[in-house]
C-alpha cells in the first residue's frame, strides 16, 4: 500500500477514480437537510435529542468565545502556543490582524492544537515516536519553502512573534499521525480484485468525461452564524487573491474539513460528483481560479481549480514544446515612462519576428537575453499561458508579459510534439487510491472518537 497521504477522503467528495458512493453521499446529504427541514416545520426535533421546541437558555456564555488555553488529557496548550501559531500565520501572509479576525484565527488555531496534541497522544500508544532528527528534516524542508535555511527560518520566526517550537509541534502532530495509520490502520485495510475490475469498468464507461482537480476551504456555519462566516470567507478569498502563500497554505490553517492536513486537496472528481453548488461553480472555472464562497450543506467552501481534464482522452496541454523566450530587464531608477516606452519597442519587434531562426538576431538588438527549453509541457506554465500557447502556431511569440521586477519576456514556440491519447489508470493504481481512500476514512472516524473521549479543561 502507498504510505502517501496524496489525495486523502473528504467530507463529501472522492478522488476520480473513488466513483464508488460519492454521488450517493452528496445526494443522501441533501436528502437529510430536506428531511430536517420537514420534520422543523411540523413540530418535530430532527436531532433524535428530544429537544424542547420553545427552549430557554439560562446564562450568558456565548460558546466560541474561549480563553487560548487548554488541558487535553492533561497535557497543557497554553497562551502562548495559541499566540505563536497565530503570529506565524500572520506573517506568512504578510498581514495584519483585526481584533476580530485575530479572536477567529485564536478559536481556529486552538481547535487545530487540541487535535495535534489527540494525535500525538494517540501515536504514543502504539509506541510511535518522532525522533528529533526526524523534527529537523522537515524543519529544514519547511524553511527551503520559504526560502531560508533553518537558522535563517528560525529567526524569522522569532522576529514575527512566534517561534521555531509551534512549527516543530505541527510537524510533530503530522509525522506522529502518519505513521500511526501506518503501524495500526494500514495493514488491515484490504481491497478485492473485483472492487478494482468495478472501477476500472466504469472508468472505460467515463471516456471523455470532464474531470475537475480541486482544492477546498470548508468553513461551518450554524444558521445562526451564516452572515458572520460568509464575510470571513470573503476575506479570506482577498488574502488569497493576494498571492502572499499558496491555497494549500490557508487550507491548512483556516479549513475545518478533514482534508485541511493535505493542503484542502480533493484530488480528480467529476461534476456527477459534486453537491449542485459546488458543480455548477467547478463547471465554470479556469484553471488557477479561486471561486466562492459557494454555500454547501452546513457552511462555505472556497474552491481553487488546480486542473482540469478528460478522462482517457488526449489533452492539448500535455503536448511538449520546443521554446525560446525573450527577456528585456530594467535597470534599477528605471522610471515608469522608461518602462514603458522599451516596452512597447519589444512588443513591436516580436511582432516582426520570423520564426525561431530570427530570435537570436532580434535580441541582440533589444539588448535581450535569451533561454532554450525543448521538453515544457503546456499544463506546467503558468494559467495564464497555458490558452495562449494552446492555440499558438510554430514560429509565433506570446503577446509581452511579466513584472518590472522580473524583467518582461516572450515565448517563441520552436516546435510541438502532440499530446497522445489519455491512458486509463492501471489496476494497482486504483487498488492504491481505494485503499488510501479507506485509510483516510478510519483516520477520520478515528480521530473523531479521540476528540468525544477526551476529557478538555479551558482556561
Not at 230 to 235: G, I, L, Y
Not at 385 to 407: H, Y
Request: proline share 4%; with cysteine; aromatic share 4%.
Amino acid at each position: 500500500m502507498t504510505k502517501t497521504r496524496g489525495a486523502a477522503l473528504t467530507r463529501r467528495l472522492l478522488a476520480a477514480l473513488l466513483m464508488v458512493g460519492t454521488a450517493g453521499v452528496a445526494i443522501a446529504q441533501t436528502a437529510a437537510d430536506q428531511d430536517g427541514a420537514e420534520q422543523e416545520a411540523q413540530g418535530v426535533d430532527p436531532t433524535g435529542l428530544g429537544l424542547p421546541a420553545n427552549l430557554q437558555v439560562f446564562g450568558n456564555v456565548d460558546p466560541n468565545v474561549r480563553k487560548a488555553t487548554a488541558i487535553v488529557n492533561e497535557a497543557v496548550i497554553t497562551r502562548t502556543d495559541v499566540d505563536q501559531r497565530v503570529a506565524l500565520i500572520a506573517a506568512a501572509n504578510n498581514v495584519k490582524l483585526s481584533d476580530q479576525e485575530r479572536d477567529r484565527l485564536q478559536l481556529q488555531v486552538l481547535r487545530q492544537l487540541i487535535d495535534e496534541t489527540l494525535e500525538i497522544q494517540q501515536a504514543k500508544t502504539a509506541d510511535v515516536t518522532i525522533t528529533k532528527d526526524q523534527i529537523d528534516q522537515s524543519f529544514a524542508r519547511v524553511a527551503r519553502n520559504f526560502g531560508k535555511t533553518p537558522e535563517q527560518f528560525a529567526a524569522f520566526l522569532r522576529e514575527s512573534g512566534s517561534s521555531d517550537r509551534s512549527i516543530r509541534r505541527q510537524i510533530e502532530g503530522e509525522l506522529a499521525w502518519s505513521r500511526y495509520l501506518s503501524k495500526r490502520v494500514e495493514p488491515f485495510v484490504n481491497v478485492g480484485d473485483e472492487e478494482v475490475k468495478a472501477i476500472l469498468d466504469r472508468l472505460e464507461a467515463a471516456k471523455g468525461t470532464e474531470e475537475f482537480h480541486l482544492n477546498e476551504i470548508y468553513l461551518a456555519a450554524t444558521p445562526d452564524r451564516q452572515e458572520q462566516v460568509f464575510t470571513n470567507a470573503r476575506q479570506l478569498i482577498a488574502q488569497i487573491g493576494q498571492g502572499k502563500a499558496p491555497f494549500a497554505y490557508f487550507a491548512r490553517n483556516f479549513s475545518e474539513a478533514s482534508t485541511r492536513g493535505v493542503g484542502g486537496d480533493l484530488g480528480w472528481v467529476r461534476a456527477a460528483q459534486l453537491p449542485d453548488a459546488l458543480a455548477q461553480a467547478a463547471t465554470t472555472m479556469q484553471v488557477g481560479q479561486v471561486a466562492g464562497p459557494v454555500a454547501t450543506p452546513g457552511g462555505f467552501s472556497i474552491l481553487y481549480l488546480v486542473d482540469k481534464r478528460r478522462v482517457g482522452s488526449a489533452d492539448p496541454r500535455d503536448s511538449r514544446l520546443s521554446l525560446k523566450q525573450l527577456t528585456i530587464k530594467f535597470p534599477t531608477g528605471t522610471t515608469q515612462a522608461q518602462a514603458t516606452a522599451r516596452t512597447s519597442a519589444f512588443a513591436e519587434a516580436i511582432q516582426k519576428l520570423q520564426g525561431c531562426g530570427s530570435v537570436d538576431k532580434v535580441a541582440a538588438t533589444l539588448n535581450a537575453e535569451v533561454v532554450n527549453n525543448d521538453a515544457i509541457r503546456i499544463r506546467d506554465l503558468p494559467p495564464q499561458l497555458q490558452s495562449i500557447m494552446v492555440n499558438l502556431q510554430v514560429g509565433q511569440a506570446t503577446p509581452p508579459f511579466g513584472s518590472p521586477t522580473e524583467g518582461v519576456r516572450t515565448l517563441v514556440l520552436c516546435g510541438r510534439d502532440e499530446a497522445q491519447g489519455g491512458q486509463l489508470p492501471g489496476a494497482q493504481q486504483v487498488q492504491n487510491q481505494l485503499e488510501q481512500q479507506r485509510v483516510n476514512l478510519r483516520a477520520q472516524q478515528a480521530l473523531r472518537d479521540l476528540r468525544r473521549d477526551a476529557v478538555i479543561e479551558y482556561r
